[in-house]
């Protein structure tokens, strides 16, 4: 069983193989987000829009109905094209699940090998992860409503990714 899981000599590899599987995600889909999104044409869009809604509550208040009616017309176009620009944040979805579908399923089908090992007694400890506030945790002990592999590989991506996009300079989301 050992061959063939390849961490279990080290069990508190687990947590090191998770941490570095999610800077690997928080790379790809960074850089796919960093290509396939404007975020220049997003915050120009938002820029207008908040200045749109400004004059537009300005209108409200003051009961002007004529203008009113003139920025309704407007409103409609200008939230085609918000529409637009929420739909171009999810271009590349589809990619970044290519990859992390099948990094998700490997860990999954490999972490259910080793519990299944640890329950027959062939390996002698179950890999645990140490989470502040919570203490020692088994992978697949329930933390959360999540596996705590699935709570350390959401943490790790989340910061590793934001520190990644710092670093492209890529606009938030």
């Known amino acids: 069983m050992a061959t063939i899981i390849g961490v279990t000599d080290n069990p508190q590899l687990w947590v090191v193989m998770i941490l570095i599987l999610a800077s690997i995600t928080g790379c790809y889909s960074s850089l796919l987000q960093k290509y396939t999104i404007d975020y220049e044409k997003m915050q120009a869009v938002q820029a207008k829009m908040k200045e749109f809604q400004k004059i537009y509550r300005e209108a409200q208040l003051a009961g002007d109905e004529k203008q009113l009616k003139k920025l309704n017309d407007k409103r409609a176009r200008m939230m085609e094209e918000q529409m637009a620009m929420s739909q171009e944040q999810f271009k590349p979805m589809g ?30 400890a179950m890999p645990t992860i140490t989470f502040p506030y919570l203490g020692e945790i088994g992978l697949n002990a329930i933390s959360f409503f999540l596996p705590a592999w699935i709570l350390w590989y959401m943490i790790c991506s989340i910061c590793l990714s934001q520190v990644i996009r710092k670093a492209l300079n890529i606009g938030g989301l």
């Open 95 to 124: 990619w970044i699940l290519i990859v992390t579908v099948p990094i998700f399923i490997w860990m999954l089908w490999t972490i259910s090998r080793m519990q299944a090992a640890f329950d027959l007694g062939t390996i002698v």
